[in-house]
């Protein structure tokens, strides 16, 4: 008996395998929920309200390492004076895309932000500093610099505050911003819907590294300042290992992913077996032809 392969099954397994390789904020079609503080989410997670639909076209990153930020860009500044972002970019500059009333994913960053500060070798003002913009023009000056000072206050060793700008602006430029670092977000009724990295740029304003999620290790931290100063960009390995391994906070480690592995084995197995029938079926039809 002639063995006739389905393309169905081919079809599914193919699909799920694609799935299985997607970023987190792509295999869905709905935000992701705002991640607890004891886990790490996937390196694209995304948050906001939960009604529309958004596509993965639409939220995201887009790495775009080497490439130069418009620095002639002007910003507003906590005390509200306009500034370039060559003003502000004379060192290894860590940025950060958020938004200041955002109540999901922002607060969790900022406070990874601020752990990984803490716990740095790296020489605040000198090594490296942090630029966070808000993408939403409906941020004022005045929040920037309630912001900041929260942040700051959270800060536990010597901390220049010229180290940490709070930035806002009308969204031409902030969305130009966005744009020359690949930051791709969506506006959702009040609320965004956006992405969750820090971006490395060098002193001459080149994107150097990305690095995901909320949770950031020192060591991490300090070797791309590192690669920033020299202006090497690298690429986010990390974003890749993750799929491997997660993150421990509690441990301060990563630890093997068993479950993504054992799915993707899995899949890769039931692939290699549905190839294997495919090529049995047409050589058993090809000597039946004979």
């Known amino acids: 008996m002639t063995f006739r392969p389905l393309p169905a099954a081919f079809s599914a397994l193919t699909l799920a395998a694609a799935l299985l390789c997607l970023p987190a904020g792509a295999q869905t079609t709905k935000p992701a929920p705002a991640p607890a503080s004891t886990s790490t989410p996937a390196p694209a997670a995304v948050e906001g309200p939960a009604a529309p639909a958004f596509t ?3 939220v995201g990153i887009d790495e775009k ?10 910003l507003t500044g906590e005390d509200g004076q306009p500034v370039t972002l060559r003003q502000l970019i004379d060192k290894p500059t860590i940025l950060t895309l958020n938004y200041f009333r955002c109540a999901g994913i922002c607060t969790p ?3 990874g932000v601020v752990e990984v500060l803490n716990r740095t070798e790296a020489v605040p003002g000198k090594d ?3 630029l966070t913009v808000s993408f939403d023009e409906r941020d004022t000056p005045e929040m920037a610099s309630q912001k900041r000072t929260n942040y700051l206050g959270e800060i536990t060793r010597p901390f220049p505050p010229a180290a940490w700008r709070f930035l806002t602006g009308p969204a031409t430029a902030s969305r130009a911003l966005a744009d020359a670092v690949g930051f ?3 506006r959702v009724g009040d609320d965004f819907v956006h992405a969750a990295a820090i971006i490395f740029i060098s002193p001459q304003g080149k994107v150097t590294r990305y690095m995901y999620g909320v949770t950031y290790l020192p060591a991490d931290l300090q070797l791309a300042a590192q690669e920033a100063g020299r202006g090497e960009a690298q690429p986010t390995i990390n974003k890749f290992l993750k799929f491997c391994f997660s993150y421990d906070p509690a441990g301060r480690r990563y ?3 068993t479950t993504a592995i054992s799915a993707a084995v899995t899949i890769l197995a039931a692939l ?3 190839v294997v029938l495919v090529r049995r079926g047409r050589k058993t039809k090809s000597e039946e032809a004979e």
């Not at 390492?65 to 002007?74: E, F, K, R, Y």
């Open 65 to 74: 390492l080497g490439a130069t930020l418009p620095l002639d860009l002007v």
């Open 128 to 130: 490296f500093q942090v």
């Open 272 to 274: 290699i077996f549905v």
């Open 255 to 257: 630890v093997l992913n």
């Open 109 to 111: 960053q900022l406070n």
């Open 184 to 186: 791709r977000y969506k």
């Open 56 to 58: 993965p076209q639409e």
